[in-house]
């Protein structure tokens, strides 16, 4: 049986200062490029931007080993950059063309990469959680030592495939890491509005799941939870909740009008940008910032560069994968 642990975190040099600030730009400014080129009519469908959440992708991220499974919500974006794969490919899925990650057939919502045990945005609200459930069981009945992190939103926790999930990890003591991103909004309802209950760790104490709630615009803090229950979880701890308290900055998708709060809110919340704190906490100058927003912006113009070169599928495979023939 291979063995799989996770690095104990290195201490704060400036490198490792400045890789998570790359890591946190890179995110930031992709969505940033991505609302640009869909008001251009290069991205089509619906676009849901992770800008404001981007430390719980990059924290959760440092805790977890290249073998651990990722699953994702349709807000994928941020998920995928920070797991690794690379911005070309990202942009290229959404450019719909072939050399994207998922042959240009899943879009904004559907990123996917094995290889990188990436697997897959479900456009379904709640869809991946029985997903995660069965990569945590399949590990587990293999006897392999890896970690399933499955993140989701707010409108995941009112929906029965959270608590079916919930139930059968608990039940079946999975090496599952529940990652609930609390941007306080369910689409356009406010979480008072349609939970009765908002304590998230009474809620999982009633599957007897340990849980604990995060500051999710501090990308340390989501750091060193998920170091802890990932720990906790490789020792035969069971599943473990971690709710990310984050703020998405822009509205549910680029359709919503972004009615439902006040631009006072948001402005509050964006002074706790998770960007911007790291920043400050951390004493990183202005140059290192300028030169590590440089090097992310050279990053996406390649990205986009292989978008736009990138080829559409060919008419006669667009059948393929689709259904199986049958009979001679």
Known sequence: MTTARAKAPPPLADERLLFLLRELLRIRRFEEKAAEL???GKIRGFLHLYIGEEACAVGAMQALTEDDRIVATYRDHGHALARGLPPGALM????GKANGCSRGRGGSMHFFDVGRRFYGGYAIVGGGLPVAVGLALADKLQGNPFVTACFFGDGAVVEGEFHESMNLAALWRLPLLFLYENNLYAMGTAIERSQAQLDMELRARGYGVPAEAVDGMDVLAVEDATRRAVEAIRGGGGPHLLELKTYRFRAHSLADPDLYRTKDEVEDWRQRDPID????????????????????????????????????????????????????
Not at 284 to 298: F, H, M
């Open 38 to 40: 869909y008001s251009l």
């Open 277 to 328: 704190l790291f920043v400050a906490r951390h004493g990183i100058g202005e140059a290192a910032v300028a030169e590590a927003d440089a090097a992310v912006a050279a990053e996406l113009e390649a990205a986009v560069a292989e978008a736009e070169a990138g080829e559409w599928e060919p008419l006669e495979d667009l059948e393929r994968d689709v259904h199986t023939p049958v009979g001679p």
């Open 92 to 95: 290229a899925e959404m450019f």
